[in-house]
T-cell receptor
Framework: GNSVTQMEGPVTLSEEAFLTINCTYT??????LFWYVQYPGEGLQLLLK?????DKGSNKGFEATYRKETTSFHLEKGSVQVSDSAVYFC??????????FGAGTRLAVHP | NAGVTQTPKFQVLKTGQSMTLQCAQD?????MYWYRQDPGMGLRLIYY???????DKGEVPNGYNVSRLNKREFSLRLESAAPSQTSVYFC???????????FGSGTQLSVL
């Protein structure tokens, strides 16, 4: 079945540093790919998505490109802020409107 | 602007007790979901409901039952709680756009 693997955290960065969170997937067919973010004490929120190969999803300075050849969907941001501290989840479609989530990567940004 | 509302936010149970987690959404979504979140394992789907009157098992349904009471409400019941069910439970709903889920703020459940 479909699955997703994320880099283990926590990732600790200083403010304005460059962020990369790795995500690779295994899937049959052509899944859609997503990044969700969970701020402390809250539910998950959709951050960005890509529905086909070579698509780039972007939102709030974050971006990720759907790479079919490497089965990857790495999340990047050029300059992180303290307010970006959260847990980030990579996900892909796994059937009728169902999502399969990775284990999550905690990001801590220090001033 | 409520979105998805879950109750309770926190609950402590003893092994063998039962309880129902409530979830309601005000976005007129057809699909609703229950996930559990455990450290190092991400979110795992327990049950989902593609529309009012239908429910289907997800990845980890054992020990749980669900009811889609109407289009707004989707409840999760633990008939006989076990320590392995200690987790954070999230309800979610979705519009027709694939993958765009709206989550509640979660229920932290401890089973002693």
């Amino acid at each position: 079945g479909n699955s997703v693997t994320q880099m283990e955290g926590p990732v600790t960065l200083s403010e304005e540093a460059f962020l990369t969170i790795n995500c690779t997937y295994t899937a049959t067919g052509y899944p859609s790919l997503f990044w969700y973010v969970q701020y402390p004490g809250e539910g998950l929120q959709l951050l960005l998505k890509a529905t086909k190969a070579d698509d780039k999803g972007s939102n709030k300075g974050f971006e990720a490109t759907y790479r079919k050849e490497t089965t990857s969907f790495h999340l990047e941001k050029g300059s992180v802020q303290v307010s970006d501290s959260a847990v980030y989840f990579c996900a892909l479609t796994g059937g009728y409107n169902k999502l399969i989530f990775g284990a999550g990567t905690r990001l801590a940004v220090h001033p | 602007n409520a979105g998805v509302t879950q109750t309770p936010k926190f609950q402590v149970l003893k092994t063998g007790q039962s309880m129902t987690l409530q979830c309601a959404q005000d976005m007129n979504h057809n699909s609703m979901y229950w996930y559990r979140q455990d450290p190092g394992m991400g979110l795992r789907l327990i049950y989902y409901s593609a529309s009012e009157g239908t429910t289907d098992k997800g990845e980890v349904p054992n020990g749980y039952n669900v009811s889609r009471l109407n289009k707004r409400e989707f409840s999760l019941r633990l008939e006989s709680a076990a320590p392995s069910q200690t987790s954070v439970y999230f309800c979610a709903s979705s519009e027709e756009t694939i993958g765009k889920l709206f989550f509640g703020s979660g229920t932290q459940l401890s089973v002693l």
